[in-house]
């Protein structure tokens, strides 16, 4: 080791003072081109630490009395595991227990890298992290300066993620008291590679508003997101997370605000001491779809809502369908009417409680997901918006490089113990059937006894 750090000093001051000649013989170079040079060296030096260590601890494993006693040597196989300084190549010991046969790289296995690891774990967590803000074609390009990832390679390793989870993130050591928690809801339209659309959801819990530097800030917020085929899966996922962190007794009243869909008024059955804020954003909208051909009643249909008097907003409607002379007008008066009216409840409490807030909601949407998933002309798969909306809330709730590794981690794990289950279940069914068919194999004389030639491959091949 001392052999390359010290042909690094060497490289790095012959480097240096020629980059103290250039600039002093003004030949447009400056301090970036210098920053760029350096990093590309501390890179290979990154490299050649890394084989280093590596082989190593090889030869440490190769020299100790224990490796003897359980395991011998096969041969030395090469190896490439692409790191943040690039591709590190290697040479290693490849082992066979001498107990039970099983093979293993055991300087591979001592610093946890695994059997078919081609990217190292911390810069998987990297490009997962890039990919949630940038396009994986951009994402490999980046992620590593000295080379390019596909942007295939980039999705795979989201892929193999599956369901991200972020219900570890910021877990209480107790549950607090609130009087007042406020959960909010609101969706996303992303495109999909077949011409369909997927619908991404969002919910996120807070306890309030508070300021900071003159701005209005959430308290305590988290958020959930993803691709539900039913809203009671997301509902459960939001309960389970309020139980978790909040003392249920101490809540006064939950407030579920959202734009009135459907799926949002069914958090109201599982979300207990909840009431339905309808978005003001919405109801604004309604509003002017309903006045567009008549601006003087907009005013009026604004006063029957603020006032909360049902009978002046109809009264307002019947005036403008009166005055609308298109069909297509009169339709999106309808709309609003009804929108108005089956959210007529919502519009009510937000104006008699007074611990009631407005629903930033579709700001929220905008920044999580649509920046990400439908701002920019691009066609995803189902799995591919779940996965993204899913990594979009992990970040959102605080979710750092290090709980991305342990991620990976886990779920190489998972595959490891699911891989292995299935080669134990192959074993006992390999031998159950042997069995059975035991007594088979030894009615045929040329498999039973006898020179093994041809006619006992043809045959065998054959039972």
């Known amino acids: 080791m001392d052999t390359i750090i010290q042909q690094f000093g060497e490289e790095i001051k012959e480097n240096t003072e020629e980059f103290l000649v250039n600039i002093a013989m003004d030949n447009d170079e400056s301090i970036s081109d210098f920053i760029r040079s350096l990093r590309k060296d501390m890179d290979k030096l990154g490299r050649e630490l890394c084989k280093y260590l590596i082989e190593s601890l090889d030869e440490m494993i190769m020299e ?18 692409i790191t943040e300084f690039g591709e590190v190549k290697f040479n290693r010991r490849y082992y066979k227990s001498k107990f039970n046969g099983e093979y293993q790289h055991l300087a591979d296995k001592k610093l946890g890298i695994g059997k078919y690891q081609r990217i190292d774990r911390g810069l998987e967590a990297e490009i997962v ?3 949630a803000d940038e396009s994986y074609a951009k994402t490999g390009t980046e992620v590593v300066d000295s080379l390019e990832i596909s942007k295939q390679t980039v999705m795979n390793k989201i892929r193999k993620l599956d369901k991200i989870e972020n219900d570890e993130l910021n877990k209480p050591s107790e549950k607090k008291e609130v009087e007042y928690l406020y959960v909010e809801a609101d969706e996303d339209h992303v495109a999909l590679q077949n011409g369909n659309n997927s619908i991404p959801k969002l919910v996120y819990v807070h306890e309030g508003i508070s300021k900071e530097q003159g701005r209005n800030k959430l308290k305590n917020s988290y958020c959930f997101s993803g691709v539900y085929s039913k809203a009671e899966d997301l509902w459960l996922e939001v309960m389970d997370y309020i139980d978790a962190n909040y003392k249920l007794d101490s809540i006064k009243q939950i407030y579920l605000a959202g734009d009135g869909a459907l799926w949002i008024k069914e958090g109201l059955k599982w979300l207990p001491k909840s009431k339905q804020i309808l978005d003001r954003y919405h109801l604004n909208k309604y509003v002017l779809k309903a006045t567009a051909h008549a601006e003087k009643l907009r005013f009026k249909l604004w006063e029957g809502i603020n006032s909360l008097d049902r009978a002046k907003v109809k009264e307002t409607f019947s005036e403008l369908m009166s005055k609308a002379e298109k069909e297509s007008k009169k339709r999106a008066i309808r709309r609003s009417r009804s929108y ?10 937000y104006y008699k409680d007074d611990n009631a807030l407005g629903c930033s909601a579709e700001g929220h949407v905008s920044h999580i997901l649509s920046d990400r998933l439908s701002s920019r002309p691009m066609g995803w798969s189902k799995q591919g918006v779940d996965q993204m909306a899913r990594l979009r809330a992990f970040k959102f709730n605080g979710g ?7 991620m990976i981690l886990e779920k190489e794990r998972e595959k490891y113990k699911e891989d292995n289950l299935v080669k134990i279940e192959s074993k006992v ?7 059975k068919y035991k007594g088979k194999h030894e009615n045929i004389p040329s498999i039973s006894k006898g020179i ?5 491959r043809a045959v065998k091949s054959l039972v």
């Open 64 to 81: 100790s009395p224990n490796r003897r006693e359980k395991w011998e040597i096969v041969k030395k196989k090469d190896r490439t595991l």
């Open 129 to 131: 992290d890039l990919a």
């Open 340 to 349: 108005i009216y089956n959210n007529w409840e919502g519009i009510v409490n």
């Open 400 to 406: 750092k490089l290090k709980d991305l590794q342990k």
């Open 429 to 435: 069914v390999s031998k159950r059937l042997k069995k």
């Open 452 to 456: 093994r030639r041809g006619l006992f």
